[in-house]
């Protein structure tokens, strides 16, 4: 599975700043073939320091790090879910995304007009939110009568998608996102999931700062706003500068990372998006290395064997016999793959085997 984020905010918040970064930043599109390339999306990969490690390792042709894909949602403005501006025509779009980043302005900036005339980051939350809010709500409406029907009349299915359809109606004409809803059980879980509510979505708010402020960001009276609306959500924040990461996008790799340091910064925004996209979504990563390539693969936390099999090819999933597992932690310690075998760090897990984070695997299968 690959990770796909969509980008909304309010006009003139930094939103396609951030996102022209994400595009100039972004991966070869000849290593992703399951993405289409529209204008309104971005590839980026997944930094992760331990493929150049592997590659050369075992000799490898190829890098493949794990993909993140981006998708502009034009900047929505008040009353979008009924028309206005341009955001509803693209809110589509988000209903198929796995999270939402929403880029919140905390800067002050006189050259850059404010749509609202002034920065006020939970006012600005409060009207996208709405919107979105109001968009799930048209969804719901439209379902909500037939699936009752269907209900009453008996229809297993139709029962359980009503019982957690009336509670996220409540809580759509409550003011409160789909998010907030908790299933009775599995089945209400999993139809939940089917209607792709864009507000059942995890959120991470990107307060975009000042070039000068990202040193001190959690210093910010506008993030601290956006930091203490965060945690009470159980969602996350993420400071960033959008024009520090447009500077970056056009940098080489070395050149990047001493500009990252002189500015005491460890990673870029754009890399702690991903990472906090990837804690939202309780995903990590296991690897493949051979001499093909090096290449990691994303998975939900939790995830038996025989379906991470299946993340590289069904047929190996239906196939699956066992997984030969090292650690990546304990490879590198050993040297090489023989020297880990000998050490007995290398070893073989069958169907019931949940994957971990780091684990390189070679899945053995027949069909």
């Not at 390339?37 to 997944?46: A, F, K, L, T």
């Not at 501006?85 to 693209?90: A, D, E, T």
């Not at 302005?105 to 850059?112: L, T």
């Not at 996008?249 to 990837?278: N, T």
């Amino acid at each position: 599975m690959g990770l796909s984020v969509g980008i909304v905010g309010l006009p003139n918040v930094g939103k396609s700043t951030l996102f022209n970064a994400i595009t100039k930043a972004g991966a070869e599109a000849a290593n992703y073939p399951f993405c289409t390339i529209e204008p309104n999306v971005g590839i980026v990969d997944v930094p992760d320091a331990r493929l150049p490690v592997l590659a050369k390792m075992f000799k490898s042709g190829r890098i493949v790090p794990a993909a993140v894909k981006f998708i502009d949602i034009a900047g929505i403005v008040k009353g979008a879910s009924k028309g206005e501006g341009l955001g509803n025509k693209f809110l589509h779009h988000i209903r198929e995304v796995d999270a939402i980043a929403h880029v919140v302005r905390c800067f002050d900036d006189p050259n850059v007009t404010h749509v609202h005339g002034s920065v006020d980051p939970l006012r600005d939350i409060e009207v996208i939110n709405l919107e979105l809010i109001l968009a799930d709500m048209e969804t719901v409406e439209k379902r909500y009568e037939r699936i009752a029907k269907a209900a009453r009349s008996g229809v297993k299915e139709a029962q359980v998608e009503y019982s957690i359809l009336t509670k996220v109606k409540e809580a759509l004409e409550d003011g409160k996102p789909a998010r907030t809803v908790q299933p009775g059980n599995e089945d209400e879980a999993k139809a939940l999931r089917d209607m792709q509510l864009i507000t059942a979505k995890p959120v991470m708010y990107v307060a975009n700062l000042a070039e000068d402020q990202v040193n001190t960001a959690m210093d910010v009276p506008a993030v601290k706003i956006v930091a203490d609306l965060a945690a009470q959500e159980h969602n996350e924040v993420v400071p960033i500068s959008a024009k520090i990461e447009a500077e970056l996008a056009e940098m080489e790799e070395e050149e990047k990372q001493v500009f990252l340091s002189d500015l005491g910064l460890s990673e870029s925004g754009l890399d702690r998006v991903i990472h906090s996209g990837y804690r939202l979504l309780n995903l990590n990563s296991f690897l493949t290395a051979g001499e093909m390539e090096s290449r990691a693969w994303t998975i939900r936390r939790g995830t038996k064997a025989p379906a991470a099999a299946g993340t590289i090819h069904s047929d190996i999933e239906r196939g699956f016999i066992r997984a030969e597992i090292v650690s990546y932690k304990d490879l590198i310690a050993a040297g090489s793959m023989s020297a880990a075998k000998e050490a007995g760090k290398v070893r073989l897990e069958g169907k019931e085997y949940i994957m971990q984070e780091g684990d390189i695997v070679h899945f053995r299968f027949n069909v």
